[in-house]
């Protein structure tokens, strides 16, 4: 069964504390990798999508990498409007069509 | 505004009842969804229509219809709602191959938080 598993499960930093978010999965097929960015009461928000093991990509203070069992959301001097919760999703294939299996997502908190 | 919207924001009815969400998307986009998103967070998808046709019918109960009346519109029609139906159920949209390198990203509504008592 596709899984992804995203760990922690919440963060608490600093301002200008940089760290990372772990998406690990098991999948049959990735057909890219996802992520967004959801705050309290709204929907997610599209961030990244990575296709390939050694893919980078960046956007402000963030960055993403992949490899082929797990991704990497690298936040560096985070700043506390980037707290919300990090949904990784990989799109796997399925006999009728892609689909997304999402993890339960990092709470990301940035004190200042 | 470009968007993907969904109607009601809020939605609390008794157990039984019949009740539909609307969503809309002016994305031009080709393919439309359906998650709910428990209490534990966990977005799972439910539905995917493309051009109106049903692709994507996950192992939802048939209490749950969805009805596409046209490419931008994909409505969710709820029969004898249950106390487990109480979630937050998002619409989403994709552009499809007419999005060039954008083609995979699914956009969200801001969703709809069902309450069943």
């Known amino acids: 069964e596709d899984q992804v598993t995203q760990s922690p499960e919440a963060l608490r930093l600093q301002e200008g504390e940089s760290s990372s978010l772990n998406c690990s999965y098991t999948v049959s097929g990735l057909r890219g990798l996802f992520w967004y960015r959801q705050d309290p009461g709204k929907g997610p928000e599209f961030l990244f999508t990575l296709y390939s093991a050694g893919e980078e990509k960046e956007k402000e203070r963030l960055k993403a990498t992949l490899t082929k069992k797990e991704s990497f959301l690298h936040i560096t001097a985070p700043k506390p409007e980037d707290s919300a919760t990090y949904l990784c999703?990989?799109?796997?294939?399925?006999?009728?069509?892609?689909?997304?299996?999402f993890g339960a997502g990092t709470i990301l908190r940035v004190k200042s | 505004d470009t968007a993907v919207s969904q109607t009601p924001k809020y939605l609390v009815t008794q157990m039984g009842n019949d009740k539909s969400i609307k969503c809309e998307q002016n994305?031009?986009?080709?393919?439309m969804y359906w998650y709910k998103q428990d209490s534990k967070k966990f977005l799972k998808i439910m539905f995917s229509y493309n051009n109106k046709e049903l692709i994507i019918n996950e192992t939802v109960p048939n209490r749950f219809s969805p009805k596409s009346p046209d490419k931008a519109h994909l409505n969710l029609h709820i029969n004898s709602l249950e106390l487990g139906d109480s979630a937050v159920y998002f619409c989403?949209?994709?552009?499809?191959?007419?999005?060039?390198?954008?083609?995979?990203?699914?956009?969200f509504g801001p969703g709809t938080r069902l309450t069943v008592l």
């Open positions: 994305l031009g986009h080709d393919t």
């Open positions: 999703a990989v799109q796997v294939r399925t006999e009728y069509g892609n689909k997304l299996v």
């Open positions: 989403a949209s994709r552009p499809g191959l007419a999005g060039g390198s954008s083609y995979n990203e699914q956009f």
